[in-house]
């Protein structure tokens, strides 16, 4: 049995977490507003939106730090696939009620970023933890943070053969030891785990109960588009319901952006006119070419409509700009008076980002399996044609990692055609829960499989809403939704209390 190893270093620190990264790192992953697709310009799925400030967070004491020695490769019997590697874990035992119990365990399951802002920033954990007397555990994804093979990220991201083992089977294997170590170690083997996950971890958490059953009695997953593969979802999807949510707070808000495109391609043209774009826009560094600030202005309205949380509504408040600029404003000043609204005022706004671990990691998991053909066409949305172009896909990610993308994988894998049908008879215990103005709602399970794989959608949420930390100010039909997920897990939890009851109750009529 492979040995955990303690850390203290986190226990009671505090963590300088840069609420900045996450809406200027979505500039790197948004489509070019006047090209195909590539990985690089990717909407990235991710659990938690900070807001732009950088005050430390103090990570309670309940919270204690682990590092299992972990198989690099799950699925060879070469030599080298039995190298391991440190993975990190993070447990709170403060309100388990104990193996003798069989008292849950509920499992955060790590997606495309560093496990540590998981911990506050995803509250479905720690606020039910009480009612359920669970054990929390926490699981960061390899590759990311401190789970890194290979000694180091620049090691591990070197090669095709190093990058090789970075892959979504992998990760959830990875979750399948961790847990099955931590129930033998814990005594806890007829403890019921629930894996719980947001946005690529809420896919990694409904194919986690899918693979896994042994492991999992359910999962909870939050914003999970596993249906953005193959045709399954038409292309301009997600850039549909941007333009819906931007449409239904403000016509003339929409009408003004889709507007706007052309008209900053107007002003490029002009001699001196990406100087002129500049100054109006107070980038912090001159604009080489007009996409630059097309696709900063293109994250900002993804980012507003995906994390369009209550109370402060980023939407209506990128339109409350827009559509409160001085009477007279041309349609870049109002665009302007938008940002504005949105970043703050500013005295220059960075249109560029250096590479971060989430970006490059995330760019390789969607040029190797994470194919997700999100486009757009003329006309069909307030921004420019954009399609995705999987030829072109191809190319640009062979050209990056000399290795071609498996664009059907995923649906061969873990299924995708025709869920109803399949997974009706075969799948149990799965929450889908969405939120109907995340852009990424249109490839989620929105309609019942069955009568217990469960869509729960709200029409007004939005990306992982329901997994983040309850609030005061929370809307009723927010409390509703979580109430509901509770509900069902309680259901799916005294279910396998009356079937372990009753296998004990057999075992001891058999002597």
């Given at each position: 049995?492979?040995?955990?190893?303690?850390?203290?270093?986190m226990n009671c620190?505090?963590l300088?977490?840069?609420?900045?990264?996450?809406?200027?790192?979505?500039?790197?992953?948004v489509?070019?507003t006047c090209?195909t697709a590539?990985?690089s310009?990717l909407?990235r799925l991710?659990t938690?939106?900070?807001?732009?400030?950088t005050f430390p967070e103090?990570?309670?004491?309940?919270?204690?730090?682990?590092?299992?020695?972990q198989?690099?490769d799950?699925f060879?019997?070469?030599?080298?696939?039995?190298?391991?590697?440190?993975q990190?874990?993070v447990m709170?035992?403060?309100?388990w009620g104990?193996?003798?119990?069989s008292a849950?365990i509920?499992?955060y399951l790590?997606?495309?970023?560093?496990?540590d802002?998981?911990?506050t920033?995803?509250?479905?954990l720690v606020d039910n933890?009480?009612?359920?007397?669970?054990?929390?555990?926490?699981?960061e994804?390899r590759?990311?943070?401190?789970s890194?093979p290979?000694g180091?990220?620049?090691?591990a991201l070197?090669?095709?053969?190093?990058?090789g083992?970075?892959?979504?089977a992998?990760?959830?294997?990875d979750?399948?030891?961790?847990?099955l170590?931590i129930k033998?170690k814990f005594?806890?083997?007829?403890?019921?785990?629930?894996v719980?996950?947001?946005?690529?971890?809420?896919?990694?958490?409904?194919?986690?109960?899918?693979?896994?059953?042994?492991v999992?009695?359910?999962?909870l997953?939050?914003?999970?588009p596993?249906?953005?593969?193959d045709?399954?979802?038409p292309e301009n999807g997600?850039y549909?319901?941007?333009?819906?949510?931007?449409r239904?707070?403000?016509e003339?808000?929409?009408?003004t952006?889709k507007?706007s495109?052309s008209?900053?391609?107007?002003?490029?043209s002009k001699p001196?006119?990406?100087?002129?774009?500049?100054?109006k826009?107070?980038?912090?560094?001159?604009l080489n070419?007009?996409n630059e600030l097309?696709?900063?202005l293109?994250t900002m309205?993804?980012?507003?409509a995906?994390?369009n949380?209550p109370?402060?509504?980023p939407v209506t408040?990128?339109c409350?700009?827009i559509?409160?600029?001085?009477?007279?404003s041309?349609?870049?000043s109002r665009?302007?008076?938008g940002?504005?609204?949105f970043?703050?005022?500013?005295?220059?706004?960075?249109?560029?980002?250096?590479?971060?671990?989430?970006?490059?990691?995330?760019?390789?998991?969607t040029c190797?399996?994470m194919v997700m053909?999100?486009?757009r066409g003329?006309?069909?949305?307030?921004?420019?044609?954009?399609?995705?172009?999987l030829?072109a896909?191809?190319?640009?990610?062979?050209s990056?990692y000399g290795?071609?993308?498996?664009p059907h994988?995923?649906t061969?894998y873990?299924?995708?055609?025709d869920?109803k049908?399949?997974?009706?008879r075969?799948a149990s215990?799965?929450?889908?829960?969405?939120?109907?103005?995340?852009p990424?709602?249109c490839?989620?399970v929105l309609?019942?499989?069955?009568?217990?794989?469960l869509?729960i959608p709200?029409?007004?949420?939005?990306?992982?809403?329901?997994?983040?930390p309850?609030?005061s100010?929370?809307p009723?039909?927010?409390?509703m939704q979580r109430?509901?997920?509770v509900?069902v897990?309680?259901i799916?939890?005294a279910?396998?209390?009356?079937d372990l009851?009753?296998?004990?109750?057999?075992t001891?009529?058999?002597?």
């Open positions: 049995m492979k040995k955990p190893q303690k850390s203290t270093t620190s505090l300088m977490i840069s609420l900045q990264w996450l809406p200027l790192m979505f500039l790197m992953i489509f070019p090209a590539t990985p310009k909407p991710s938690i939106l900070r807001e732009p400030e103090l990570i309670s004491d309940d919270f204690q730090t682990f590092f299992y020695e198989t690099l799950h060879n019997y070469r030599p080298e696939s039995y190298n391991t590697f440190q990190r874990y709170n035992f403060k309100y104990g193996a003798n119990a849950p509920f499992a790590g997606a495309e970023a560093a496990l802002s998981d911990l920033g995803v509250g479905f933890a009480l009612r359920f007397k669970a054990l929390l555990v926490y699981i994804h590759y990311y943070g401190k890194i290979f180091s990220r620049e090691e070197k090669n095709a053969s190093t990058r083992y970075f892959n979504s992998q990760a959830i294997a979750y399948a030891e961790v847990l170590y033998k005594l806890a083997e007829n403890s019921p785990v629930i719980i996950g947001g946005s690529y971890g809420g896919m990694l958490a409904s194919w986690f109960r899918l693979k896994y059953p042994h999992a009695l359910g999962a997953a939050s914003s999970a596993i249906l953005y593969f045709d399954i979802t997600y549909s319901i941007v333009t819906k949510d931007f239904e707070a403000s003339s808000c929409y009408r952006i507007e495109w008209e900053i391609d107007r002003v490029a001196n006119g990406l100087s002129i774009l500049s100054k826009f107070r980038t912090c560094a001159d070419k007009a097309k696709n900063y293109d309205y993804a980012v507003a995906q994390y949380h109370p402060r509504y408040v990128v409350g700009g559509d409160g600029a001085p009477k007279g041309d349609i870049l665009i302007f008076e940002l504005v609204a970043r703050g005022n500013k005295s220059c706004y960075n249109t560029s980002l250096s590479p971060t671990e989430t970006s490059e990691g995330w760019r390789w998991q190797s399996e053909p999100i486009g003329d006309n069909d949305t307030m921004f420019p044609a954009a399609p995705f172009n030829a896909f191809i190319q640009y990610c062979t990056l290795v071609s993308p498996r994988w995923i061969t873990y299924g995708g055609h869920i049908l399949i997974l009706h075969f215990n799965i929450i889908f829960s969405n939120g109907l103005r995340d990424y709602s490839a989620g309609k019942n499989i069955s009568h217990s794989v869509a709200t029409v007004n949420g939005s990306h992982c809403l329901d997994i983040l309850a609030k100010t929370d009723e039909w927010l409390i109430k509901t997920e509900e897990i309680q799916w939890i279910q396998y209390y009356a009851n009753a296998t004990r109750k057999s001891l009529f058999q002597y």
